[in-house]
């Protein structure tokens, strides 16, 4: 194998890159190429996945496989990974500017999450009940929006 590969020039040009967009790493899958680039995962079907929205990544012996925060689930069949996994990984974790577990009121917890663009401002807040526990509880959301302010307040966030 070649420590110098090139992405194929069709590959290349179909990509749709964002104006200082470039490719970090690549990978043969099943179905194409799944490209790596500074600010977005490209799947083999042209499907263009920045690194903000991407709740969960992992690689197995199935190959890579992608949640998105809307729900989008992916799995792409990889047998030479080369770098994409550690790339997809260092590039999620980027993004995230807080991760931070706070305890309720003898109810469990939940996980804070704040993301941003790469090299942009913060985009939002998600909140991560631990398991068990009913997101949509009205009196459980409020104390996850108590400590979410004080969160944010401590963190300057």
């Given amino acids: ?5 090139r992405l194929p020039a069709d ?13 970090l790493t690549f990978a043969r899958s099943d179905d194409g190429h799944v490209v790596a680039t500074n600010l977005a995962l490209f799947l083999s079907d042209g499907t263009r996945v920045p690194y903000e929205e991407v709740d969960k990544a992992s690689w197995d012996e199935a190959g890579l496989r992608v949640l998105t925060m809307g729900g989008g689930r992916h799995l792409e069949r990889i047998s ?12 999620v974790n980027s993004t995230i500017v807080v991760n931070k577990h706070v305890n309720l009121p003898g109810r469990g917890g ?12 913060v985009l939002g807040w998600t909140l991560v009940f631990d398991e068990g526990l009913d997101p949509e509880d009205p009196g459980l959301r409020a104390q996850a929006e108590q400590a979410l302010e004080g969160v944010r307040r401590s963190m300057g966030v």
Avoid: I, N, Q, Y
């Fill in 1 to 5: 194998m070649s420590f110098f590969r």
């Fill in 80 to 91: 030479e990974p080369h770098m994409l996994p550690e790339t997809v990984r260092e590039r």
């Fill in 110 to 121: 939940v996980r804070l999450v704040a993301r941003r663009r790469p090299g942009g401002e």
């Fill in 11 to 23: 590959v290349r040009k179909a990509l749709r890159l964002e104006p200082g967009e470039r490719v």
